[in-house]
């Protein structure tokens, strides 16, 4: 069963399918080639964005993420200073030192290469590599898939047959469950809150303090993005020409930090979720949450309601825990990829988690806390991902800030109710994969459709 650290990665942006996902499919391929003594012969290497991304891999800095991969930075790591200057000298001098070794012939404008004709017939997000050797001998050639937040596959995973006890064939945990249903009865059988099984769930990984470092590592890396985001000023990267409006906004609320409190809410969320995003769409280090796309939620309801006393990790860890429960569960019975879902698939889902956390930081039961979520997602079904010049500024920015209120609301209406919920959070999630495999590709993240054709690049 995958981890909930598994939803939470650290990476840089402006997406976790087409930056850290590249990235991270790049990396695996170096490595394959340096595993298989394929580095001595190697000459030169090509790599072929198909599906979304080709369409929107320019503005998401797919071939920047390619190159970093190919030169051996991983997305947890990298700092972000001397791979820029790695990269530029690879454009440079078209040589390409393959994880810091052999230097290989290697042109990004003409060796990565946007295919916009082959249709992926396993996810959208498929990148093709090739390895070649003395007079175009091939060495090596894979087919990877970026399937969202920052995870990938191999042809081989994808292609491996459905089974029923496919959460058994994993790592084996105290608790495994791969619906909302079997959750809400383990917890009952237990007494337990969702953040308890799930913790438990998580020492079969590693120790419980390990696991408690980690999130709290998590925690550190959200509210530093927060914090650059609210004081770095200036115009977002790419075409656009998009004004950061974090800085102003917060620069407003700390002059009157208690005007008018009960509308102010609103304006905290928004101006923490933006902060994230702006930072996210300048490629700062932001954590998956579920995605990059969707990285501003998560953090503004744990900033705004969880940290205000920091010498008390439990009430965020508790957050994390039940957010990425939820998580898990999307993971598992839809997809949280832009490029199969749409927007639902990751600001939906990110609004749905945070629901469910927060519910459960004020003092939900676990059936409150899936009504919560349900809430949230219920009412982000059908939310398409149009981004306008294939950049991560809009509507995603603004996208966040609004999946934060909504968050909060949809945790308030849950743990307010006094009957059973009508839907169930199982219901919802099985509604948005249904919805995700009915949209057309063109409103699913590849700046074909919606806000991408009707708003005008100035």
């Avoid at 008018?260 to 702006?278: C, G, K, P, S």
Wanted: hydrophobic share 40%.
């Amino acid at each position: 069963m995958p981890s909930v650290l598994d939803v939470f990665r650290v990476g840089i942006g402006p997406s976790s399918s087409h930056t850290v996902g590249p990235m991270r499919i790049a990396k695996r391929f170096a490595d394959t080639l340096h595993d298989g003594g394929h580095i001595p012969a190697l000459e030169h290497l090509k790599v072929r964005l198909q599906g979304s991304l080709a369409f929107t891999g320019e503005g998401h800095a797919t071939p920047l993420a390619v190159i970093y991969g190919l030169l051996g930075y991983c997305p947890e790591t990298i700092d972000i200073r001397g791979a820029q200057g790695a990269h530029d000298h690879v454009c440079s001098s078209k040589k390409l030192p393959i994880l810091g070794l052999r230097k290989i012939d290697f042109d990004p404008a003409r060796d990565i290469i946007f295919d916009f004709e082959t249709v992926p017939e396993l996810h959208p997000n498929a990148m093709e590599l090739i390895g070649f050797g003395s007079g175009e001998r091939i060495l090596i050639k894979e087919t990877y898939f970026s399937t969202g937040g920052g995870f990938i596959a191999t042809r081989q995973q994808l292609e491996a047959p459905a089974c029923n006890d496919l959460i058994n064939t994993g790592m084996k945990v105290a608790h495994p469950f791969s619906s909302a249903r079997e959750l809400l009865e383990i917890c009952d059988e237990h007494g337990s809150s969702i953040a308890q099984i799930v913790a438990a769930n998580e020492d079969e990984f590693r120790a419980r303090e390990v696991t408690n470092e980690m999130l709290d590592r998590v925690i550190k890396v959200m509210m530093g993005s927060i914090d650059r985001g609210l004081v770095t000023q200036g115009l977002l990267p790419g075409s656009l020409k998009v004004q950061r409006r974090a800085p102003s906004l917060w620069n407003k609320l700390a002059a009157q930090p208690n005007s008018n409190e009960r509308e102010q809410i609103f304006d905290w969320l928004n101006v923490y979720a933006m902060a994230v995003n702006e930072e996210n769409a300048s490629g700062g280090q932001v954590v998956t949450a579920p995605t990059n796309g969707a990285a501003g939620i998560i953090p503004a309801i744990l900033r705004h309601y969880c940290l205000n006393d920091h010498k008390d990790p439990r009430p965020a860890r508790e957050f994390l825990l039940t957010a990425g429960g939820i998580g898990l569960l999307y993971k598992q019975r839809a997809s949280i990829s832009g490029a199969e879902m749409g927007c639902q698939g990751e600001v939906g889902v990110a609004c749905s988690m945070a629901a469910g956390g927060l519910a459960a930081v004020w003092g939900a039961t676990p059936v409150q806390v899936t009504s919560a979520a349900e809430i949230a997602m219920e009412h982000n079904l059908g939310l398409t991902c149009d981004p306008v010049a294939g950049l991560v500024q809009i509507p995603c920015i603004e996208r966040n800030a609004i999946g934060a209120v909504k968050a909060a609301n949809a945790a308030r209406l849950a743990i307010n109710r006094s009957d059973l919920p009508s839907v169930s959070l199982d219901q919802v999630i099985e509604t948005m994969r249904q919805t995700g495999l009915d949209m057309s590709s063109k409103y699913k993240e590849t700046s074909q459709g919606g806000l991408a054709v009707n708003v005008v690049e100035c």
